[in-house]
């Protein structure tokens, strides 16, 4: 074979290749779309998974079906999502723990979380809420700091290297607080212990504490999130009083596995972006103590990007060792 008739044979593949992927974008989906979702059925972020399969089935126009497989972090979601063709038909509902926080902590254990999954679109946005029992004498944020100094404050969280737990040693590094972290197993009976008196102080979602702060158990010192939140509009973010560095408090995203087309993963995100967008599904979001947003591939993989250099950050700042 010439060189000639070689080049005209490769750009001919290439030309198939390419005319292949187009057709495939445009009758993409033409059977049920699977949604992963790496954590048990009934938690917040199987719930909101589920809101959000409901929604894109009619933006898609086909069924979207969720497939729980928690276990290992997220890691065994992640290797069922990888070992699936790469066709845009099984997807994984992402967080920033398993696809960001996770992978850096235990890299041993996590699989390549990152690199083998391509970014879709973020879905929501989340954030932290630092309370007290409503009968405590600290007030603010300002008066917290001040108080470990007389006595170390205790923090309860949903567990050793979580987003809490990280964003409370950098606020403990930056403010001189004396804090003790508190782990336990799932926000309930941290928020049980701290409305009981038992532990000082939790950090914890806005959904583990939505019911707490509005039956006034529990009151509310600061939010950890870029702006102060519709529902709480009375509790100052951690920026206003000074501490910068705690507004990425956590995300959901849909991921694709490595290879999928941006053709599809393009129209995944822009599904997602024209549901999140009615006042509709901001109310339903809000509801479940998170903010909607969607966003296209690229945005989420620079959310992603952020959040990775954080937990270094933070790791690197305050030299934690998340193991204890």
Same mark, same amino acid.
């Given at each position: ?52 399969? $409901? ?5 898609? #126009? /086909? ?7 928690? !276990?290992?972090?997220? +890691? =065994? *979601? ?90 409370? $040693? ?5 403010? #001189? /607080? ?7 197993? !799932?926000?309930?009976? +941290? =928020? *049980? ?98 903010? /909607? ?32």
């Amino acid at each position: 074979m010439n060189r000639r008739l070689m080049l005209a044979t490769a750009s001919q593949a290439l030309a198939l290749l390419a005319l292949a992927g187009s057709v495939q974008a445009q009758t993409y989906p033409d059977r049920p779309v699977t949604l992963v979702v790496p954590f048990s059925p009934g938690g917040g972020t199987d719930l909101l998974a589920r809101l959000v399969s $409901t929604k894109l089935e009619a933006s898609l #126009g /086909a069924p979207v079906v969720v497939d729980n497989r928690p !276990g290992a972090s997220g +890691a =065994v *979601a992640g290797a069922y999502v990888m070992s699936q063709p790469a066709d845009g038909y099984t997807l994984l509902f992402g967080t920033s723990s398993t696809n960001a926080i996770s992978p850096v902590l235990h890299d041993d254990k996590m699989g390549d979380m990152i690199g083998n999954f391509e970014p879709v679109s973020l879905v929501a946005n989340s954030a932290l809420i630092l309370a007290v029992p409503a009968d405590s004498p600290i007030t603010d944020l300002k008066g917290y700091v001040a108080a470990s100094a007389e006595q170390p404050i205790t923090y309860g969280t949903f567990g050793v290297g979580s987003t809490p737990h990280l964003l409370g $040693t950098l606020f403990a590094s930056e403010s #001189g /607080a004396d804090l003790i972290h508190v782990p336990y197993k !799932g926000s309930a009976p +941290a =928020v *049980a212990d701290v409305t009981g008196g038992h532990i000082d102080s939790a950090f914890l979602t806005v959904t583990a504490l939505t019911a707490s702060i509005k039956d006034d158990a529990l009151r509310g010192l600061a939010v950890a999130a870029p702006e102060r939140l519709s529902q709480f509009p009375d509790i100052p973010t951690f920026a206003e009083d000074g501490f910068d560095g705690l507004d990425d408090a956590g995300w959901f995203a849909i991921f694709a596995p490595k290879g999928v087309s941006k053709d599809i993963r393009t129209q995944v995100s822009d599904a997602v972006r024209t549901v999140l967008e009615t006042p509709e599904a901001q109310k339903e979001f809000a509801n479940l103590g998170v903010t /909607a947003q969607g966003s296209t591939p690229d945005e989420l993989a620079q959310k992603q990007d952020a959040s990775v250099a954080l937990v270094k950050g933070i790791l690197s700042q305050t030299g934690i060792d998340v193991f204890k």
